[in-house]
């Protein structure tokens, strides 16, 4: 997976300060006969009727988010060119169909997290990643197609990760990245329960950051994946452990400190927000 963080409260830019973790940005010269990414991702063995059903689908799965969203969000860049195709059936998402996910309503407004189409949005997120605090810790800045391929390490993977815009009252404003954390490398890092759900997050705009927006946003959008994913019992992160004002936005999203872990990039302090406790964070109310 890549990094964790984006801007915070306290004005830096919330991202990774180790770069890219394994599973996506930047990796090791493939071995002979295998993908890049055989090496950084866990190995999943696949029964011969799911790989024959893959090499049968023939139509591209859309990739625009909920139904109805804001014309402001559709005019962000150019004309969507056809979605990457997933691996994982419509019916076998792995992330439960995000996409569908639909809004929730934050504090700051109504938050979409919509997943990214590279004609769209490639050139917002690639500007986004050469802003000098954003690229101290994703560690992607120069041309877009640095930025292009990080993407589509994801996009024309198996639907593990899923890069989307957070699209607030309509305009996009932060990068997102949801992913399988059980199913990431970070999973050799810690005691990793099934359905794990980990969380990347940048603040694009620097007029974002620095005033509690980022605690917002990630409190709603781990709301979200426990209420979309019901056999999601955690929201996981793993921010650098230099990373101080990101560590504070997630302990104010309602993560807590788990443990410190060594991941190849970076020394992380893995976050987690877990289910069981929910009703006991501050203004939850039960449905």
Request: proline residues 10%; negative net charge.
């Amino acid at each position: 997976m890549p990094p964790t963080d984006a801007s915070t409260d306290a004005g830096t830019a919330f991202a990774d300060p180790a770069g890219p973790d394994p599973g996506t940005g930047s990796e090791p010269e493939a071995e002979p006969g295998r993908s890049p990414d055989c090496e950084e991702t866990l190995d999943l063995r696949l029964p011969d009727e799911f790989l024959a059903l893959c090499a049968e689908e023939e139509t591209d799965r859309p990739t625009w988010g909920p139904p109805g969203l804001a014309d402001p969000v559709e005019a962000i860049a150019a004309p969507a060119a056809p979605a990457a195709r997933h691996a994982v059936p419509q019916d076998d998402d792995l992330l439960d169909h995000l996409a569908d996910w639909g809004s929730t309503t934050t504090p700051a407004g109504v938050l979409h997290l919509v997943p990214v189409r590279l004609a769209r949005d490639l050139p917002l997120i690639a500007r986004w990643m050469n802003d000098p605090a954003v690229a101290a810790f994703w560690d992607l800045a120069g041309e877009a197609s640095v930025t292009d391929r990080h993407l589509r390490a994801q996009l024309d993977g198996d639907g593990r990760s899923v890069p989307c815009l957070g699209v607030l009252n309509g305009t996009p404003m932060s990068y997102w990245e949801i992913y399988r954390a059980d199913l990431d490398p970070l999973a050799r890092h810690y005691p990793a329960r099934p359905h794990d759900t980990g969380i990347h997050l940048l603040i694009g705009g620097v007029a974002d950051r620095g005033r509690g927006l980022g605690s917002t946003l990630l409190r709603a959008a781990a709301d979200l994946i426990l209420d979309r994913r019901p056999s999601c019992a955690r929201v996981v992160a793993e921010p650098d452990l230099r990373n101080t004002p990101s560590i504070a936005a997630f302990l104010s999203a309602g993560f807590r400190f788990s443990a410190e872990v060594d991941l190849p990039h970076k020394r992380a302090a893995l976050m987690v927000r877990d289910r069981v406790l929910r009703h006991l964070l501050p203004g939850h109310h039960s449905e």
